[in-house]
């Protein structure tokens, strides 16, 4: 079971940018597929972005795709989401995830979550 512990979250204007950064608290981190997801209200918790355990192969969601950019550094046990050109549509909570397996592209690959850090744009 590996503890992930979100920052960065919070307002920004349209067009603006965040880095969100996630830590983990296993040191086997770098075996692990992490990813992003994010839920706004009364929706479903969607995914976002994710990398392999060795980081060579990311994914993304279309809408985010060419705008956000994920990131890991297994020897500091942390992923990151540079989110740029953020949209109106963008806000919600955005959680970090990991688990022991290829990759991640739905929240039923997840096996660790964290608690989740609010993303907010304004117009």
């Known amino acids: 079971q590996v503890h992930l512990v979100e920052s960065g979250g919070g307002l920004v204007q349209a067009g603006g940018s965040l880095r969100l950064s996630c830590a983990a608290s296993?040191?086997?981190?770098?075996?692990?597929?992490v990813g992003w997801f994010r839920q706004a209200p009364g929706k479903e918790r969607e995914f976002v972005a994710s990398?392999?355990?060795?980081?060579?192969?990311?994914y993304y969601t279309d809408s985010v795709k060419s705008r956000f950019t994920i990131s890991r550094d297994n020897a500091k046990n942390t992923v990151d989401l540079q989110m740029n050109s953020l949209k109106t549509e963008d806000p919600a909570v955005y959680y970090c995830?990991?688990?022991?397996?290829?990759?991640?592209?739905?929240?039923?690959?997840?096996?660790?979550w964290g608690q989740g850090t609010q993303v907010t744009v304004s117009s």
């Open positions: 995830a990991a688990a022991l397996t290829a990759a991640i592209r739905k929240t039923s690959d997840v096996r660790n």
């Open positions: 990398s392999t355990w060795t980081g060579r192969s990311t």
């Open positions: 296993e040191r086997t981190f770098g075996s692990y597929a």
